[in-house]
């Protein structure tokens, strides 16, 4: 059964950091590109970063490029997303998902509040 479990979420402050986690199961994390998809309180789902297969190739929204880092480590079967100067409008419920082909999986998220 493919598993995707986020963590790390919590209440910051505008300027402040955190570090999401997405722990996998059920397939070969390593053969996977992986995502991070957010959405905001009564918005549509917003596309955050990508990652290929080996983490070596990313990629990031506008809104979150320069701030937010997404990585890997496939040894660990987890995919990370490390997020600088966090802003109110980050305020999101964040997925991580992956493609396998046939079909695609997203986890159930962990919420992101930036307000001080």
């Known amino acids: 059964e493919v598993q995707l479990v986020e963590s790390g979420g919590g209440l910051v402050q505008p300027g402040e950091s955190l570090r999401l986690s997405c722990a996998t199961s059920?397939?070969?994390?390593?053969?996977?590109?992986m995502n991070w998809v957010r959405r905001a309180p009564g918005k549509g789902l917003e596309w955050v970063s990508i990652?290929?297969?080996?983490?070596?190739?990313?990629n990031y929204a506008g809104s979150v490029k320069g701030r937010f880092t997404i990585s890997r480590d496939n040894a660990k079967n987890t995919l990370y997303l490390q997020m600088n100067s966090l802003k109110p409008e980050d305020t999101a419920l964040y997925y991580c998902?992956?493609?396998?082909?046939?079909?695609?999986?997203w986890g159930r998220g962990t919420q992101v509040t930036v307000s001080s």
């Open positions: 990652i290929n297969s080996v983490g070596d190739i990313t």
């Open positions: 998902a992956t493609d396998l082909g046939w079909e695609s999986y």
């Open positions: 059920g397939f070969t994390f390593s053969s996977y590109y």
